[in-house]
């Protein structure tokens, strides 16, 4: 489970995990190859192997996201690069 308050983004990036999603309430845009994905609540997505994807939460959203390996990055207390505020 996870909370992006709106505005709330993960940017660009890539892993070699299959990653799927499910929107349990709000709205995520997600930018898979460069095309805009609209997902509302209820909607499920899956980002496939090795390809750039960034999302920016358009409102307050709560989200479930399920890999098809372990991403060593997401173990232990760390935040990914990908999720740090810009500088």
């Not at 173990?75 to 500088?87: I, M, Q, S």
Request: aromatic fraction near 12%; charged fraction near 20%.
């Amino acid at each position: 489970w996870a909370n992006l308050k709106k505005g709330g983004r993960a940017a660009l990036h890539s892993h070699p995990e299959e990653q799927f999603f499910w929107i349990t309430s709000g709205c995520l845009e997600f930018r898979i190859n460069g095309q805009l994905f609209v997902c509302p609540e209820g909607s499920v997505l899956t980002v496939p192997s090795f390809v750039a994807h960034d999302a920016i939460a358009t409102e307050d959203t709560t989200f479930v996201s399920f890999l098809s390996g372990v991403r060593k990055d997401l173990l232990g207390t760390n935040v990914p690069e990908h999720f740090k505020a810009d500088a």
